[in-house]
């Protein structure tokens, strides 16, 4: 009867992993324009330490409906996502998932500051 060897694992080789800067920065940007409806260039992404952790700062423009058609139809505000506060408090713990699952970085927060808006004529897609 033929014995099976079962292979053994070496060690993992010595040495240093890193996520630049810059490779986190273009990861959040990603996460952000995903979850708010965004082309990655429009977003602005920033860390700083916070005790730690990794706060992650974003500035970005939201895509809001023509405003005749709000005035037509105040519902398509909903098809939006909803007014842009709202849209805002729900962006952040999807960001902060996606951002530390990607990275393996510990977020602290995500601030997220609205720096204009542009006009889109259907409702968003995700």
Same mark, same amino acid.
């Given at each position: 009867m033929a014995s099976?060897?079962?292979?053994?694992h070496r060690a993992s080789p010595g040495g240093h992993n890193r996520i630049t800067t810059q490779a986190l920065t273009s990861t959040a940007q990603?996460?952000?324009?995903?979850?708010?409806?965004?082309?990655?260039?429009?977003v602005r992404a920033s860390f700083t330490d916070d005790r730690g952790l990794l706060a992650l700062?974003?500035?970005? +423009?939201?895509?809001? +409906?023509?405003?005749? *058609?709000?005035?037509d139809d105040p519902g398509v505000v909903e098809s939006?996502?909803?007014?842009?506060?709202? *849209?805002v408090e729900a962006a952040r713990t999807p960001i902060l998932e996606?951002?530390?699952?990607?990275?393996?970085? *510990?977020?602290?927060r995500v601030d997220i500051r609205v720096i204009g808006s542009t006009v889109a004529k259907g409702a *968003?897609?995700?």
């Amino acid at each position: 009867m033929a014995s099976l060897s079962v292979p053994r694992h070496r060690a993992s080789p010595g040495g240093h992993n890193r996520i630049t800067t810059q490779a986190l920065t273009s990861t959040a940007q990603a996460a952000a324009a995903e979850v708010l409806g965004v082309q990655p260039a429009q977003v602005r992404a920033s860390f700083t330490d916070d005790r730690g952790l990794l706060a992650l700062l974003l500035a970005l +423009p939201l895509p809001v +409906p023509p405003l005749a *058609r709000v005035l037509d139809d105040p519902g398509v505000v909903e098809s939006f996502g909803g007014p842009l506060w709202a *849209r805002v408090e729900a962006a952040r713990t999807p960001i902060l998932e996606r951002v530390e699952s990607l990275t393996g970085a *510990r977020l602290s927060r995500v601030d997220i500051r609205v720096i204009g808006s542009t006009v889109a004529k259907g409702a *968003r897609v995700l």
